[in-house]
C-alpha cells in the first residue's frame, strides 16, 4: 500500500487491532524519519536513516561501509553517546573530553 502523507500510529492500530488484519504490523514503514522518530522514537528513526541511505547509494551502485552510514545517522539524531573522537564534529571542546574522562576514572 503506497500512501501520500503518513499515519504510522492509525496504521500500528489498524494492524494490531484484530487477527485478520490486511496490514502485517512488520511490514509498516515510512521514509517520514520525523513521524517515526515521534511514534517509535530515536532508535527506529536512526535505522530509518540509514535505511534510507543505503537505498540512495544503492541505487547508483555505490558501496558504503554501514558503519559509516550510522556515523552520519547518530549525528542527524544527535546521540548524546559521542566518543571523544567525534568530539570536534560535534562542537565539544577536547578540555572538556579531557576532562571527563579523568573524572571517570577516580
Not at 535505522?47 to 550510522?70: C, K, P, Q, T
Amino acid at each position: 500500500m503506497t500512501t501520500n502523507g503518513s499515519n504510522i500510529r492509525g496504521l500500528w492500530e489498524v494492524a494490531c487491532g484484530s487477527e485478520d488484519s490486511l496490514i502485517e504490523e512488520n511490514d509498516i514503514y515510512s521514509n517520514d524519519i520525523y513521524a517515526i522518530l515521534m511514534t517509535f522514537g530515536v532508535e527506529m528513526a536512526r535505522a530509518a536513516i540509514v535505511r534510507e541511505m543505503s537505498r540512495v547509494f544503492g541505487v547508483y551502485n555505490i558501496d558504503v561501509d554501514i558503519r559509516h552510514l550510522e556515523l552520519i545517522a547518530d549525528y542527524m539524531v544527535r546521540v548524546e553517546m559521542i566518543g571523544p573522537n567525534l568530539a570536534e564534529i560535534c562542537g565539544v571542546r577536547r578540555s572538556r573530553v579531557a576532562t571527563t574522562r579523568s573524572t571517570a576514572r577516580e
